[in-house]
């Protein structure tokens, strides 16, 4: 499912960007660009981001 459509990611690609080493929005955001256009997605990637987290 679409996360941010700004920039196109998915939530598979927040768990990727995750499970290779990103641990916060600020990396998230340069890795991916999420939240990084009109920011309407950021609260979502964040709790996509936490999620993640916690599963890896
Ligand atoms: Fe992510 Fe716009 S939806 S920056």
Same mark, same amino acid.
């Given at each position: 499912?679409? *996360?941010? @459509?700004?920039?196109? *990611?998915?939530d598979?690609?927040?768990?990727? &960007? *995750? &499970? ?7 990396? @998230?955001?340069? &890795? @991916?660009? *999420?939240?990084s ?7 979502? &990637?964040?709790?996509?981001l936490?999620?993640a987290?916690?599963?890896?």
């Amino acid at each position: 499912m679409y *996360v941010c @459509l700004c920039k196109n *990611v998915t939530d598979s690609d927040i768990e990727a &960007a *995750v &499970a290779n080493g990103c641990g916060n929005m600020r990396e @998230l955001k340069s &890795a @991916l660009g *999420v939240g990084s256009q009109c920011g309407r997605c950021t609260s979502h &990637a964040r709790e996509v981001l936490y999620e993640a987290k916690q599963t890896a």
